[in-house]
């Protein structure tokens, strides 16, 4: 379909992207990668009346750690990510997690800003930053504020905690410590497409082997990315063996809400979470300690 008719107007810095927002409050769409919002409008879904594009301003894509954070600028491309060494060398639960998006046309475009401020269940890294303990960058008319990732989305489908006039600008990872590790798994019909079901599981390690943190984050089961807060919970404090990576396991399919679909039936998907989990859990074990 051809989409309705909008305004477009480029946005020539941070905060002339702020001031377009204010002028157009609700009516108007911030344009970054437009993987997502661009089949929105041709299939009608969304009709904002401008698209503020956000692609022109500079400085918005970086991939830096520095004291200890991983910065991303909001407009750094899932291609960037796929050919950082930096992530392949210190995050690759990041790399697992890019390089199952689409296909590697999209990821040219796509953005990390845009793959979080969509929200959308089905997408790969709302889940793993969940899983990292991430957060996120707003900047609006009232200047800067930080937001932890598990109160950026909320509990409706498409929606984050974002103000209308606020633009996401950057996306802040905990650096990795001595004994941590992480890995994002999805189960796919082909390659390409939207998850049937994804985990991200990542996982620190005291000098014991026992759990001081964990985070498990789960894609396209439910109405919005899942943070698994029950079995973060259980792992604390025990070693990650065999039998406490199952147990965690099917409290991370307890915590899914699948519905059945053309990907799949209800109780397939929540039986494919327990599965990832596992996977998901091992590989970041043995990331943690040293192995891939
Ligand atoms: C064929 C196909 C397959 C795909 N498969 C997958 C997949 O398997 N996994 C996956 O994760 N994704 C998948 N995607 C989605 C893709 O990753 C999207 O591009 C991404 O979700 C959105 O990023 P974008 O930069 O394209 O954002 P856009 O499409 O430009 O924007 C998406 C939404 O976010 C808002 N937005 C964007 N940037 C900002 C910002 N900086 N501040 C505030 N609001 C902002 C926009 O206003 C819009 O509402 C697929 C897309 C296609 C076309």
Redesign the pocket.
Known sequence: MIPGSFDYVVASSISDAVSLLQQHGDEA???????????LLRFRL?SPSVLID?NRIDGMEYIQETDNVLHIG??TR?AELDNSDLIRERYPILLDTSS????PV?RN???V???L??A?P????PATMLALGASVVAVGPDGERVIPIDEFFTDNSFETT?HPN????EIRVPAPTDRSGGAYIQL?RKV????IAGVAAYVRLNDAGQVTYAGIGLTNVGPTPIKARNAEQFLLGKALDDASIHQVADMAAAASQPTSDTRGPAEYKRAMVRTLAVRALQKALGRATGGE
Not at 122 to 125: A, L, M
């Open positions: 769409k911030i344009l970054a990668g437009g993987q997502s919002l661009i089949p969304a956000i909001a407009m899932e199952l998006i689409a296909d999209v475009w796509a953005t800003g845009g793959n401020a969509h959308d089905g997408n790969n890294h974002l606020e633009i996401l600008t796919e390409g497409d939207y998850a």
